[in-house]
């Protein structure tokens, strides 16, 4: 793993209040370049698999109603949890974080995510 998605993760982890986990992933391919978690039965990999389908569901229905729209991020809302699914500008990739929504910040949790969404196309 690389430098960059190593101080990605670990930022994410100490500087995101409940911090659940966070991945990588690639869209075309569903490949996952990176995943942590702070819960060891919470597979962030698996969780981004799911979710892929969740990301292309929703590309598959822009481009169907004829939008000319990009995904920013998708916002799942569970019982105690938030999973967000922030899309790179150009489609390729998206990150997968789980946060515990009794202790984030949305706000601040979405600024941190665009602060690196930008890198990771470059950096990938």
Not at 39 to 56: G, H, I, R
């Amino acid at each position: 793993m690389s430098d960059f998605l190593q101080d990605f993760q670990n930022d994410l982890k100490e500087n995101i209040n409940g911090f659940i986990a966070v991945s990588v992933t690639e869209v075309e391919t569903g490949m996952s370049y990176c995943s942590l978690t702070v819960d060891p039965n919470f597979d962030p990999e698996l969780a981004s698999a799911y979710n892929l389908e969740v990301v292309k569901a929703k590309m598959n229905a822009i481009k169907a109603l004829g939008l000319d729209q990009k995904i920013g991020d998708i916002l799942i809302s569970l019982t105690d949890q938030l999973h967000i699914l922030d899309v790179s500008e150009d489609g390729r990739y998206f990150i997968y974080l789980a946060v515990d929504s009794k202790k984030a910040n949305l706000g601040l949790t979405r600024a941190t995510l665009s602060k690196y969404k930008k890198d990771i196309v470059s950096k990938l």
